[in-house]
Structures are given as C-alpha cells and as structure tokens.
C-alpha cells in the first residue's frame, strides 16, 4: 500500500510520447509526477525538490541514464529504475549491482511499471525514512523537502549550499577535500574548479555559524579542506 502522502516520481526520457503515456497513468495511480526529457534537465529538476523515486532511461542522447544515475547517488539515496531496450545480462548486472533497485525492458505495458514501483517503493521506504531528515547538534536537514533549519531558524540556502550542507552532515567529522566535494555536488553546481567550493562555503557560513569569523559547525582542515564538527 502507498503512502497516504502521494508519492512524488521523477520520469527522465528523452521520448515525449514515453514521458506522456508514462504520466497519465502513473497519476491516475496516485503519484505526483515530474517529467524531464534530459539528464541535465532531470538535474535542475532535483535541485528544486527530491522525488520518493526516479525512472531514468538508459539510452539517451548526451548524459545517457549511467552517469545520470551516477550523478543523482552522489547527491541523494533515492531509489532508481532503469528503463531499458538493451535486454543483456551483463547490462541488468552493471546497473543492479551499481546504482538501480529494478530494471524494466522496453516494450513493457505502463501497468507493469506501475507494479515495480510500487514494489521499489515497498522495500525501500522503511530504510530511507530514518534518513530523510538530517540532524547534526542544532542542525537539522529535510532532504525531501529541501529545507533546512539551525536552532529552530528556517535558513534560506540555495541548492549548492543545501547539498553542500547535507554532504558534511551525512558524515559528521569527515574531512573532505575540495575535489571531494566538487565531486559530491556534480550536477548541483555549475563551477567545474576546485576553488569555487571555498566561495560556496563561505556563504554557507555566514547563513548558518553564530559567528562567521569563528565557526562552530564548518571547519577548515588546513591544507586538506573541510570538515563539519563531530563534537
């Protein structure tokens, strides 16, 4: 059984007719659906709000639905199905054993898609619940929702700053280097130099420290690059 929330799917094709027939019956069946017709589209989609489960085409020009896939778990544990003319073993592998939960191959009837994710969603609900809020000392971060929150005050974070915030938070005490975190908020970000995440947490700190010349939460590791306090 769903959710009583209606569940928010992510469809990535870069067929309109797929993404057409594929929406109307995923919303007669209770989900909110967005649609993106690019990798780099699903991308921007994500950055203003996560799905409860994404469906990517694997065959698609540019960004095909491998390194899509690759840049979404960088970002966020959401669950994916792989949508797919290619029926090869070793492809079903690659894409179970790396990023998928399920693999659908094309042609299949939309009801059938229905049923799977109705099934991902199932399995993968009660391990991702607990994690869908983030909560560091006074910190707290709803992924979901894209909201954060620092002693009780909402903080208005831009989507860059937000997944940065969210990568130190997931692994309290971690020092990161820049490339590290360059590489965490590919997609999210558009500066490709390592440089850039020095700006980016920056302003972060003057949005969430009590005091930006004496941070409390985000800390420079001196000649390494960033960690976020584990005490």
């Known amino acids: 059984m769903l959710p009583a929330q209606r569940p928010a799917i992510l469809l990535v094709d870069d067929d309109a007719t797929v993404l057409s027939v594929l ?10 659906v967005r649609t993106a017709p690019s ?4 991308l921007a989609a994500l950055s203003r709000g996560w799905p409860s489960i994404v469906v990517v085409d694997l065959m698609m020009p540019g960004m095909d639905g ?3 896939s690759q840049r979404i778990k960088r970002i966020a544990d959401l669950p994916i199905i792989v949508l ?13 054993q790396h990023f998928a939960e399920d693999y659908v191959v094309k042609p299949f009837s939309p009801k059938e898609l229905v ?4 099934a991902v969603l199932r399995r993968t609900n009660g391990a991702t619940t607990g994690a869908e809020v983030l909560r560091a000392a006074d910190v707290e971060i709803d992924l979901p929702k894209m909201r954060a929150r620092v002693a009780g005050r909402a903080v208005d974070l831009t989507p860059t700053e937000f997944h940065l915030l969210a990568t130190f938070v997931r692994e309290l ?5 820049r490339g590290q975190l360059l590489d965490a908020l590919h997609g999210v970000t558009v500066e490709s130099y390592e440089r850039a995440i020095d700006a980016h947490v920056k302003n972060l700190r003057r949005k969430i420290e009590p005091e930006v010349g004496r941070p409390r939460y985000i800390l420079t590791v ?7 306090a584990d005490d």
């Open 23 to 32: 929406s109307r019956h995923l919303t007669r069946e209770g989900f909110e």
């Open 39 to 42: 990798g780099p589209a699903a």
């Open 66 to 68: 491998f390194e899509l």
């Open 84 to 96: 797919s003319a290619v029926d090869a073993d070793q492809t079903k592998v690659d894409a179970l």
């Open 115 to 118: 049923a799977r994710v109705r």
């Open 173 to 177: 005490g971690r020092v990161f280097t």
């Open 222 to 228: 001196h000649g390494v690059g960033y960690r976020f």
